[in-house]
Every structure is written in C-alpha cells, then in structure tokens.
C-alpha cells in the first residue's frame, strides 16, 4: 500500500513563494516518477512537474523559471518550490507516484495566490 501525504498549500499575496511537500511511504520502488499536479474550479487536473528517480525534471511552459520540483530518494519525498506565484496558480495540487503501471495521489493542498 502506497500513501502520499502533502503539505505546505496555504494563501499568499501574488510575487510571493510557497513550498509544497509530499511524503510518500509505503512500497515505493527504486524506479518512478513523480510529480506535482493541479486543479482549479471548472478545470481539468494538469502535469504542473514531474521528476523520475534519477532527476530529470520536466515542467509545464507556464511555471518554467518559477517553480523548481526536487526529490529526496532516502527520505521518499518530493518538494514543490513556487516563487512568483500567480494569482492563475491558484488551484488544488496533487501529488503523484507512478511506478510499475500504477498510479497513485495524495489528498491535495490548496494554493491560494490573491492579487
């Protein structure tokens, strides 16, 4: 059994930064990917950034340069760093593990940026 617990969502003013965690235990193998995913009202949920276990990271066009996902292998965690945040970054986020063709999210964190 797979759990994905995060943390860190909260409101902030626009220009400002948020550090989301996700703390993953369970049996979680050698080789995945994780990643950060979002949700705003009366939208789809959307790849925000992803990072396989050996860290490459990709990341959608529209928090290039502004967020930054990391991982730390021994502790089993993956961070979401958001500077700049916009008030459009304001949604639901997710985190996620895929490994051995499944899927698995956390409860999410909402994001608040006001203008």
């Known amino acids: 059994q797979v759990q994905l617990v995060e943390s860190g969502g909260g409101l902030v003013q626009a220009g400002g930064s948020l550090r989301l965690s996700c703390a993953a235990s369970?049996?979680?193998?050698?080789?995945?990917?994780m990643g950060w995913y979002r949700q705003a009202p009366g939208k789809q949920r959307e790849l925000v950034a992803s990072?396989?276990?050996?860290?490459?990271?990709n990341y959608v066009d529209s928090v290039k340069g502004r967020f930054t996902i990391s991982r730390d292998n021994t502790k089993k965690m993956v961070y979401l760093q958001m500077n700049s945040l916009k008030p459009e970054d304001t949604a639901v986020y997710y985190c996620?593990?895929?490994?051995?063709?499944?899927?698995?999210w956390g409860q999410g964190t909402q994001v608040t940026v006001s203008s």
């Open positions: 990072i396989t276990s050996g860290g490459t990271t």
């Open positions: 996620n593990l895929y490994q051995r063709v499944q899927n698995y």
């Open positions: 369970g049996s979680i193998f050698s080789i995945n990917y």
